[in-house]
């Protein structure tokens, strides 16, 4: 069965890259190259579906395991082609926000940033202005377009990392798992947070992507009663 594993960013997706790397080795594809979110919706769409009819022709190779930033649906012709595994993992979407915004903080190159990651640090926005931001509104929900959340056979939940990866290891990948820390924002323990009143209009403002969350959770109790 091949694996396919979403990362959306900051969802600790790193940190499982690597684990997922002792695991398959040579036999993992990192595919990182999309940046589909970058990218208008209609030009991000036409694109995603021009890569699912080449991976409806040509498959995903030798490789048994993908992960990385590509919305889901690119590779879902795999699955009338051989058996398939969608995986992801998600984060309370405000706490996924602040730790975007403070990543983008610490990684700024100007040399390499895109347009969007240079307005936020050069302009210096506020976090609030970031959380409200259109550019990232609802990222879950731009990145499972034509993709239901059911569609995925394990959603690991990240503020339940060690415990999920368990789960995953033992009922998944049938095997031991190292379990590692990658790319973790600095500071992360002192991040800023966010006032009462604007923490509930930025859950406004991304009600879709609380919505999928919720039923994250939901899958995850489920599958937790069912073990």
């Known amino acids: 069965m091949k694996l396919i594993s979403l990362h959306l960013p900051k969802t600790a997706g790193s940190s499982f890259r690597t684990t997922l790397e002792d695991v398959f080795a040579e036999r993992l594809l990192c595919d990182y190259g999309d940046r589909s979110i970058s990218k208008p919706p209609l030009l991000r769409h036409q694109e995603v579906l021009a890569s699912a009819l080449s991976v409806s022709e040509h498959g995903a190779g030798e490789y048994d395991c993908v992960h990385g930033h590509f919305l889901p649906v690119k590779y879902l012709p795999l699955a009338d082609r051989e058996p398939c595994y969608f995986i992801t993992w998600m984060r309370h979407p405000v706490e996924r926000l602040i730790s975007h915004y403070h990543f983008w903080q610490q990684s700024y190159h100007p040399q390499s940033a895109p347009p969007h990651h240079r307005r936020v640090v050069e302009e210096g926005w506020s976090l609030e202005q970031f959380c409200l931001s259109e550019q990232f509104r609802n990222l879950y929900t731009q990145y499972l377009w034509g993709f239901p959340l059911e569609n995925f056979s394990f959603v690991g939940i990240t503020e339940h990392y060690s415990k999920d990866l368990d789960y995953f290891a033992e009922h ?38 609380m919505q999928l969350y919720e039923r994250a959770l939901q899958m995850r109790s489920r599958r937790n009663n069912f073990s």
């Open 172 to 209: 998944v990948l049938k095997q031991p798992l190292n379990k590692h820390r990658v790319n973790v924002t600095a500071g992360s323990s002192a991040r800023q947070r966010l006032p009462p009143d604007t923490q509930r209009s930025v859950e406004r403002f991304h009600a879709a992507d």
